[in-house]
Nanobody, 116 residues
Framework: QVQLVESGGGLVQPGGSLRLSCAAS????????MGWYRQAPGKQRELVAY???????YYRGFVKGRATISRDNAKNTVYLQMNSLEPEDTAVYYC??????????WGQGTQVTVSS
């Protein structure tokens, strides 16, 4: 079982930046693609970006060019650097393996609020 602790969220003005971190425990981290997901109020959770165990990356169109995902396998940590934040990026951000199974355990997430 993987335990996940997200941090780094906060209130930021449009155009600002944040760096999210996710510390994961368990043996699954180093062998799996890890991704950042987000859930906005009233919406379903969606994948934002992921990084494979080998370092390959994928970004959804709505963050492409504005986000950078990275991982430190020695620290079991995955990061998401987000720039040029928009109000539409307001959501709770979670990390998990990709793909996340139906039975996946989720952390508490970290709230990102983009507002002037």
């Amino acid at each position: 079982q993987v335990q996940l602790v997200e941090s780094g969220g906060g209130l930021v003005q449009p155009g600002g930046s944040l760096r999210l971190s996710c510390a994961a425990s368990g043996s699954l981290f180093s062998r799996n693609a890890m991704g950042w997901y987000r859930q906005a109020p009233g919406k379903q959770r969606e994948l934002v970006a992921y990084i494979t165990s080998g370092g390959g990356t994928y970004y959804r169109g709505f963050v492409k060019g504005r986000a950078t995902i990275s991982r430190d396998n020695a620290k079991n940590t995955v990061y998401l650097q987000m720039n040029s934040l928009e109000p539409e990026d307001t959501a709770v951000y979670y990390c998990n393996v990709v793909p996340a199974p139906q039975s996946a355990d989720w952390g508490q997430g970290t709230q990102v609020t983009v507002s002037s």
